[in-house]
């Protein structure tokens, strides 16, 4: 007997096979559940292949779906997708079906997930409950599962786009034509049955706050704000403080306080490219002009009032990190006694010297000297005492 006629045997006589088991239907209610889930993709944006996460939500009842692509999924972009979705479909469903993604799980799996706080919270404002199937268990989710194939081999098929912004337009234009076209696994259209789901969808709250994310940042010294693959630029006289980015959907904005606000339009992640606003930068030719002096300096000058002309004649040097110079000065002028620094700036002042470190080295020689004499002292001691 070969191999595959003994095989066959054991197939038809389950021997060594699992017992097989009917497939079973999911009823679902109008408004009871949405799907949602995401799958890696590949296609032309901009004339460069590229990886893509497609996130795809369905409406269970009625089968109307929608559709957008990201670079990555973060839960950033799952409350973006979601939000959209919403408003998609204007209404929300009892329950939001996933597949155990740790984007929204924190622990447990299926009936025992528990979705991370910040998810939860986000599904109370819009009035809904986040639950996940159970592991292996894909059939649960096939409302959302299945249109995957059919996004790969129809949407994305032979298309090529321009950006971000063209490949989310034609899938909403495309999820509108879908969602008009009748479907022979419900025997509807699904936007015939969405007339009747809707009725039952809960309404979305009368204010949808926008989905953002904070970051923090240093000012290069460029006069750029590093924000993942991406740098947006602002103000000149901003390089060297810390701001916060504020990060939504489509715009960056840049705060360095209530007054001080930069706005950009967001670029996609990987994009790798450097944004810069006009006013940001001042004419060929003409350089930063600062008009208050540094606080460094302005310190350096109350507390020792004689240090002026050094100070001066320090900035005139075209120091390169002048900043660092006027903060290691004032740390001399705090720390050391005023005669010997006094007396080296001096010394330092006569011969042309602005090398901060050997002008310190100066008055600990001073210091030295003049203050520390304890040896000296105990000998003419114990010369009186003989």
């Known amino acids: ?31 009871e559940e949405l799907q949602h889930d995401t799958s890696p993709h590949e296609t032309e944006i901009a004339g460069k292949q590229r990886h893509i996460q497609t996130a795809s939500a369905v409406l269970c009842f009625s089968g109307m779906g929608f559709l957008q692509c990201y670079p990555t999924f973060q839960r950033f972009d799952c409350k973006v997708f979601l ?84 490949l989310n337009q034609q899938a909403r234009q495309w999820c509108d034509r879908v969602n008009s076209t009748y479907k022979k696994h419900i025997r509807a259209v699904p936007r015939e049955l969405f007339a009747v789901e809707r009725l039952h969808l809960k309404p979305l709250p009368a204010w949808i706050p926008e989905v953002y994310r904070l970051h923090e940042r240093i ?35 840049i705060q360095l306080d209530a007054r001080h606000i930069v706005t950009h339009q967001r670029i996609a992640e990987g994009e790798y490219q ?21 606080p460094e300096e302005q310190a350096i000058l109350q507390t020792a009032p004689e240090l002026a002309d050094y100070l001066a ?31 080296a700036v001096s010394e330092a002042a006569r011969y042309g010297l602005y090398d901060l470190d050997r002008l310190e080295r100066m008055i600990l020689r001073r210091i030295a000297r003049d203050y520390f004499l304890l040896d000296e002292w105990k000998k003419g001691n114990l010369d009186e005492d003989q």
């Open 1 to 31: 007997m070969s191999y595959p006629a003994l095989t066959a045997f054991c197939r038809r006589h389950s021997i060594g096979q699992e017992p097989k088991v009917a497939a079973g239907q999911y009823h679902f209610d109008p408004g």
């Open 83 to 166: 939000t959209e979705a919403l408003r998609y479909f204007q209404g929300s469903t009892q329950r939001v079906m996933i597949d155990n993604t740790h984007v929204v799980v924190l622990r447990g799996t299926g009936a025992h997930m528990v979705p991370v706080p910040e998810m939860e919270a986000f599904g109370e404002r819009f009035g809904f409950h986040f639950a996940a199937h159970e592991r292996g268990d894909a059939n649960r989710s096939a409302r959302v599962e299945r249109r995957f194939h059919f996004i790969d081999h129809n949407f994305l098929a032979g298309r090529t786009f321009r950006s971000w912004d063209d």
């Open 313 to 343: 004649a320090l900035k005139k040097r075209g120091h390169r990190y002048l900043t660092l110079a006027l903060r290691q000065l004032l740390r001399i002028v705090r720390e050391y006694p005023r005669p010997p620094v006094l007396s």
């Open 274 to 294: 450097r944004i810069t606003l006009a006013e940001h930068r001042p004419p060929r030719g003409q350089g930063i002009k600062r008009t208050d002096p540094h």
């Open 219 to 253: 000012v290069d010294v460029e006069g750029y704000v590093a924000l993942h693959s991406s740098r947006y630029s602002v103000p000149v006289a901003w390089i060297g403080r810390r701001v916060e980015v504020r990060e939504a959907k489509d715009k960056i904005e």
